[in-house]
Nanobody, 114 residues
Framework: QAQLVETGGGLVQPGGSLTLSCAAS????????MSWYRQAPGKERALVAA????????NYADFVKGRFTISRDNAKNTVYLQMNSLKPEDTAVYYC???????WGQGTQVTVSS
């Protein structure tokens, strides 16, 4: 059974850092481009970051450039999103997406608040 499971969300103070993990199973993770999306209440789901298979290329939304880093460990079937200098507007549910299977994770809540 193919699935993605996001972990690492939680409450963090403005200016703080958080790292999300997405564990993949049930498909050939190494050949799949992977992405992180986020969706805040009342807003459309938006692309945050993407990474090609084997980490050969990455891209980021303008609103996270210089603050977030996407990476992957194919040996662990896991993609990460390191989030630094967090802002209240980063508050959202963050979703992992596997392009090769058109597969979404269940999401993990990130709340940035003092």
């Amino acid at each position: 059974q193919a699935q993605l499971v996001e972990t690492g969300g939680g409450l963090v103070q403005p200016g703080g850092s958080l790292t999300l993990s997405c564990a993949a199973s049930g498909f050939l993770f190494s050949i799949s481009a992977m992405s992180w999306y986020r969706q805040a209440p009342g807003k459309e789901r938006a692309l945050v970051a993407a990474i090609r298979s084997f980490g050969e290329s990455t891209n980021y939304a303008d609103f996270v450039k210089g603050r977030f880093t996407i990476s992957r460990d194919n040996a662990k079937n896991t993609v990460y999103l390191q989030m630094n200098s967090l802002k209240p507007e980063d508050t959202a549910v963050y979703y992992c997406y596997a392009h090769v299977r058109n597969l979404w994770g269940q999401g993990t809540q990130v709340t940035v608040s003092s």
